[in-house]
């Protein structure tokens, strides 16, 4: 199980998308789906899979967040028909940011909306594919220019973490600022990530539509993360924080996931319940309502 998951967040089409990258991505499976009955946005479908060996969660929880490019996530190819193939899978039905076209950096490139509202970023790389889907953070508006400060926080709370390689912008760039970040590869947890700048004149920034999904072991760890990562009091709910940046995450016990495949609707709708009134996770009561039904 990896250790940071991107965390989408639909209306009603959580299922519908997973079908769609399951069937698209190789090594690709579902790991779990569960409905969650009687939550403040009704039933909801929890969907947990893995695409190209990466976990990732999805949600079908309510129109209450649109997803938007500031967070993207770009796949490498290893040929040029490969990207076709991604392109014409995820076109349908969606839309482009950029082409599909040869570019300075790539000679075959796409940057697409799915029908579902995800973006991808498709490229050829004649470089060794060590990750096949890098979730990519797009800073912008008043956090255009904090890319790499977000970068190195970032490093500085989770383990096996570095910045591996930075790109700034020219004097040329415009509208985008000199030494600003134009592409910043970076791991947590051993997970590769991308981040950039862009001051283009975006109408989206950051929200709650795609989140970064941590899991913690124990209460120390919750606790660590949160204390480190939550910046606005009021966005604080059911174990979701976001940051200085507004990005956001949610710190979750590993042990979550057992307890929401349990097949017990009693069990189930109990600690759900009980999280709905937390904002930070407290383990121990999570596991105090779930052992009462035991």
Known sequence: MSKIA???????QAVQASQLYLSLFPRSKLISHTVIKDTPSGDCDF????LAGQEFM???AGPYFTLNPSISFLVACASKEEVDVYFAALIEGGNELMPLDSYDFSERYAWVIDR????WQLMYTFLPVQQKITPTLMFVGENCGKAEEAVNFYASIFNEASVESVMHYGEDAFPDLPNSAQHI???????????????????FSFNEGISLLVYADTQEEIDRYWNALSAVPEAEQCGWLKDKYGLSWQISPRIMNEMMLDENEERLSAVTQCMLQMKKLD????RRVYDRYS
Do not use: C, K, N
Not at 6 to 12: A, G, I, K, S, V
Not at 186 to 197: K, N, S, V, Y
Not at 283 to 286: I, K, R, S, T, Y
């Open 116 to 119: 579902f509202g995800v973006s």
């Open 185 to 203: 590869g970076f791991t947590l947890e051993g997970q590769r990530f991308a981040a950039m700048d862009s001051a283009y004149d975006h109408r």
């Open 283 to 286: 383990m121990d009561e999570l």
């Open 58 to 60: 999805l949600i079908s």
């Open 47 to 50: 969907l947990d899979i893995e």
């Open 6 to 12: 991107p965390h989408l967040w639909f209306d009603t």
